[in-house]
């Protein structure tokens, strides 16, 4: 029997590509900078948590 977590880990879906992928699309609303993000994944998600205010630099 098949689990939604399992083929996400199989298909190379990953909580930072993830977590990205929807920081992406909720400031831009475009795919290809989705798919770019998503490609960088944690380096984006850090980036963007580093550069906003109230982020990780408080």
Do not use: E, K, N
């Not at 977590?5 to 298909?11: E, K, N, P």
């Not at 998503?38 to 109230?54: E, M």
């Amino acid at each position: 029997m098949s689990t939604p977590r399992g083929d996400a880990a199989r298909a190379g879906i990953g909580l930072g590509s993830a977590i990205a992928v929807a920081i992406s699309w909720s400031l831009h609303q475009s795919i290809l900078w989705a798919i770019l993000h998503g490609f960088f994944s944690w380096f984006y998600v850090i980036y963007y948590a580093l550069t906003r205010p109230g982020g990780l630099s408080g």
